[in-house]
Nanobody, 128 residues
Framework: QGQLVESGGGLVQPGGSLSLSCAASGFGFHYYALGWFRQAPGKEREGVSCISSVDGTTYYTDSVKGRFTASRDNAKKQVSLQMNSLQPEDTATYYC?????????????????????WGQGAQVTVSS
């Protein structure tokens, strides 16, 4: 059975950096599109990025463009999210997810119904 195990996150001051990683097992990692989502208290889950398995095309939601970088390592079966210039509004629980669709839909790369496998979540808190 497919599994994603997250690591990283924590507490950082505004303007700082953090990274998250997910280690995959039990499914054909290199065939899956990989997404990052986040959910802040009292808010709906929000898609952050999506990396296609086909050509590595990566999508970012507007609020993180230029600050966050998602990457995948098919050999290690890992997906990572490097977060720079963090702001208090980035505070949330972050989730990695895998979609057997294999690509990021241009219409909606962050439809959670397309993602079958989810990590357990990692807390990111940005505060002074």
């Amino acid at each position: 059975q497919g599994q994603l195990v997250e690591s990283g996150g924590g507490l950082v001051q505004p303007g700082g950096s953090l990274s998250l990683s997910c280690a995959a097992s039990g499914f054909g990692f290199h065939y899956y599109a990989l997404g990052w989502f986040r959910q802040a208290p009292g808010k709906e889950r929000e898609g952050v990025s999506c990396i296609s398995s086909v050509d590595g095309t990566t999508y970012y939601t507007d609020s993180v463009k230029g600050r966050f970088t998602a990457s995948r390592d098919n050999a290690k079966k890992q997906v990572s999210l490097q977060m720079n210039s963090l702001q208090p509004e980035d505070t949330a629980t972050y989730y990695c997810a895998a979609s057997s669709l294999g690509y990021c839909s241009k219409a909606d790369p962050y439809d959670p119904l397309e993602y079958e496998i989810w990590g357990q979540g990692a807390q990111v808190t940005v505060s002074s």
